[in-house]
């Protein structure tokens, strides 16, 4: 731990039993880690929709059958059906469903529909002591960047960035929910890509690993998707950065958003305040017009710090998606192009 860090964290860990999540808050260092209970076959999961919902019912449908063949019963939030222009329901409704399938005690995980945009609207309405005294799994990405980060931070609960319950599992990310939620595999190399079969006239080139700068560093994983870490900065939810290793992905940002966005961490001292900097999938980063490269990107705005930069994890909007820990603890090793999780994250 950096020695400007030492004090703050040591008086935050000393209070954390004594203060309620809001006063927590204005902390960056999380209180203790919390751990959910791992998945086992025939558990029952809750599927709420904090964001947006499904386009149609069918797609709700549908979402619930991919859970259902995971081998888990499948308990759908009472407003799971609901739709306010492009919200999953009301605020007050998205909440209180995640509420209650944390309050209810035959719900064992959580897992959420879809992202889309939302949950920033309910962060203040979700009741953070409820969920400390009933620690699950919550799985989601994307809009549910917010939800994770900031129930980690508030509680210690360890979070989990993964697939949402609309999409069907490739075989790899089955194998990485697999390893991380059920068989809670420790040591675990998190965001590998696939193999790629090589030979001649054949080289990799969608899931390159790159070290944008070497060393290697250790720290709990915070960060999701870029625009939701962007957002909540400055705001009492804003992820617990100090001494955490920084994981970031998005979609559909042409690189000159990806540019604003890292530009705004950094001039807020993000990146002085983390270990090292994971970069995942940047799907869809259109180009229109004159364009800086999202590797030139990177390279401007992270090379000149202590910390070791890896880019090209199975992280984010892509088929073949890694599931990982937040508040996890992780060790990044940028020169072996390796994120492995270190210690427990699951109970």
Do not use: W
């Not at 609207?121 to 900031?150: C, E, H, Q």
């Not at 790899?172 to 929910?177: L, P, R």
């Not at 909540?232 to 990806?258: A, C, H, K, N, W």
Request: glycine residues 10%; aromatic residues 6%.
């Amino acid at each position: 731990m950096r020695r400007r860090h030492f004090l703050h964290t040591s008086l935050t860990a000393a209070s954390a039993v004594l203060l309620p999540p809001l006063a927590m808050a204005t902390a960056n260092t999380p209180p203790p880690p919390l751990l959910a209970r791992r998945l086992e076959a025939g558990m029952k999961i809750g599927v709420v929709a904090p964001a947006s919902t499904a386009f149609d019912q069918q797609a709700v449908r549908f979402g619930l059958e991919v859970i259902e063949s995971l081998g888990f019963a499948v308990e759908p939030g009472r407003n799971l059906l609901q739709r306010r222009g492009y919200l999953a329901g009301t605020d007050n409704e998205r909440a209180a469903d995640l509420n209650a399938m944390f309050e209810r005690p035959d719900i064992d995980a959580i897992g959420c529909l879809r992202g889309g945009y939302g949950a920033m609207r309910i962060l203040p309405m979700l009741n953070f002591d409820t969920i400390r005294a009933n620690p699950k799994v919550l799985l989601g990405y994307s809009d549910i960047t917010v939800l994770l980060n900031a129930i980690y931070k508030l509680t210690g609960l360890v979070t989990f960035h993964g697939p949402m319950a609309v999409e069907s599992y490739t075989d790899y990310s089955y194998e990485s929910f697999r390893a991380l939620l059920l068989n809670n595999t420790p040591n675990l190399s998190l965001g590998q890509p696939p193999l790629f079969e090589s030979g001649p006239g054949r080289a990799e080139r969608e899931n390159r690993l790159q070290s944008l700068v070497s060393g290697t560093a250790q720290g709990h994983l915070v960060g999701g998707n870029l625009t939701l870490v962007a957002a909540t900065m400055g705001t009492v939810y804003e992820p617990p950065f100090d001494g955490g290793i920084l994981v970031l992905e998005d979609v559909d940002e042409s690189p000159l958003r990806i540019d604003r966005m890292l530009t705004h961490l950094k001039l807020a001292g993000v990146f002085d305040r983390v270990t090292g900097v994971v970069l995942g999938k940047f799907t869809n980063a259109e180009i229109s017009g004159p364009s800086l490269s999202l590797e030139t990107i990177f390279n401007d705005l992270l090379q000149g710090y202590d910390i070791p930069v890896l880019s090209g994890l199975m992280i984010g909007h892509t088929e073949d998606q890694a599931t990982l820990p937040i508040g996890g603890q992780a060790i990044l090793n940028a020169d072996k192009h390796t994120l492995t999780t270190a210690g427990r994250y699951l109970r």
